[in-house]
């Protein structure tokens, strides 16, 4: 159960890695398009990179903080043969999901905020 699980938390935040990839170019192409852009028109979309890159790191460190295993290893599980991290790599990638969730949260208060008084 839980192996399906982190299966999915990794298509998870592939996908969102690149909706929020497709917004930023798309805002580019906004951006050489019209020669005086209106902050109007681009903030909804600024918000929507912010929210979906904070929402990625909070899925990154909650996928971190239940199976470090999988996350140590996503992407690089091809370059080993029973590949298996040591403790103190398990450690310090639960580490980097609190840091993950903590920097998730902060940053979506802090738009929340900007998103209000701007």
């Known amino acids: 159960m839980l192996k399906r699980i982190t299966v999915h938390m990794g298509k998870l935040i592939v996908a969102l890695w690149s909706v929020a990839l497709a917004l930023f170019l798309f ?49 690089q599980r091809w370059l080993f043969q029973e590949a298996k991290p040591s ?3 398990l450690v310090l990638t639960r580490v980097g999901g609190i840091v993950l969730i903590s920097v998730g949260i902060i940053g979506l208060l802090i738009l929340l905020l900007w998103s209000r008084a701007v």
Request: without cysteine; proline residues 6%.
């Open 27 to 75: 805002l580019v192409f906004l951006w050489l398009l019209a020669s005086p852009l209106d902050y109007r028109m681009i903030k909804p979309l600024i918000l929507a990179i912010a929210v979906l890159l904070m929402i990625n790191a909070i899925v990154q460190g909650i996928w971190s903080l239940i199976d470090p295993e999988n996350a140590f290893l996503f992407g």
């Open 87 to 89: 403790e103190s790599a």
